[in-house]
């Protein structure tokens, strides 16, 4: 079975010019060397995000493993692989099913041995906690800001921007129009019928535009996160 290196550049400048990718190369070569190997070839994806693994490159190497021709893969450093928590603990069990090790330059991680293994899974679990920590922290944030009547994000139907720049405040007309397209729909209308009667009383959206399907449910939309998050 083969050793291979597997490169990835983000962007077509990047591809073309071949920096980034040889200086991937160099040291997943220098790599194979101190572990005594021979690198059959390097796999290149120029110009793919590592936002998903639909990428040629990373199509090919994945059909070599399930194939079996492969033993070991190498790369320069692990975000090259993914930036994905989820999507690298998806090659990862891949890997270990076919019996295939992974080797990363830069953190020194070999999970053909149980200590390589258990420094990876140390390091994606930490990866996965902290980002769910900074949306914990995101969110907090986001619903303190609410409380105090602070703008978060577009401003939301019914109100506009105080004086300040950072508080809301109640718009008289739009309240009139969001109590009559939710005294509506506690009535039982549709989604179209309210955006009908709307236009039968003259009554406009923000931007000045006849009322629609789509402008109401938005505005709906909008009421009930502002409930769930109050």
Request: hydrophobic share 45%; proline share 2%; glycine share 8%.
């Amino acid at each position: 079975m083969k050793t291979v290196g597997y490169v990835r550049v983000s962007t077509d400048r990047q591809a073309e010019r071949g920096v980034s990718l040889e200086a991937q190369a160099e040291k997943i070569r220098a790599m194979a060397v101190v572990h005594s190997v021979a690198l059959a070839e390097i796999i290149v994806d120029g110009g793919e995000s590592a936002k998903s693994l639909n990428r040629p490159g990373m199509a090919r190497l994945l059909a070599m493993v399930d194939a079996g021709e492969v033993q070991t893969v190498i790369i320069a450093k692990l975000d090259r692989l993914t930036r994905s928590v989820k999507d690298l603990c998806t090659l990862l069990e891949r890997f270990e099913r076919r019996g295939v090790a992974l080797v990363s330059v830069a953190e020194s991680l070999d999970t053909g041995s149980a200590a390589g293994r258990l420094v990876l899974n140390i390091m994606t679990a930490v990866s996965q906690w902290e980002r769910e920590a900074i949306g914990e922290r995101t969110r907090d944030a986001m619903r303190h800001k609410r409380s105090n009547g602070e703008r978060v994000g577009n401003i939301p139907y019914g109100f506009g921007l105080a004086a300040d720049g950072r508080h809301l405040q109640e718009d008289p007309a739009e309240q009139t129009v969001l109590a009559e397209i939710l005294r509506l729909r506690r009535a039982g209308a549709t989604l179209r019928g309210i955006a009908t009667t709307l236009n039968q009383r003259a009554f406009q959206t923000r931007r000045g535009t006849p009322w629609r399907l789509e402008s109401v449910v938005r505005v709906i939309k909008a009421e009930l996160l502002a409930k769930s998050a109050a």
